[in-house]
């Protein structure tokens, strides 16, 4: 197990990638099933 130690440090919004929506934000359902059935060479999904 690996422990993290220091304080709580939030992701910057630069380190998000951009096409990605943010948690709760529209989109995000689709994108979550798309990962759920997504197979390996998969590279596209509409939203």
């Known amino acids: 197990r690996c422990i993290k ?3 709580y440090q939030p992701v ?3 380190d998000y990638a ?3 929506p943010a ?3 529209p989109g ?3 994108l979550m ?3 759920a059935q997504a ?3 998969d590279s ?3 939203v």
């Open 5 to 7: 130690h220091g304080g």
């Open 12 to 14: 910057a919004a630069d």
């Open 18 to 20: 951009h096409w990605a």
């Open 23 to 25: 948690e709760g934000e």
């Open 28 to 30: 995000t359902t689709e």
């Open 33 to 35: 099933a798309w990962y």
């Open 39 to 41: 197979q390996v060479g």
């Open 44 to 46: 596209t999904f509409a």
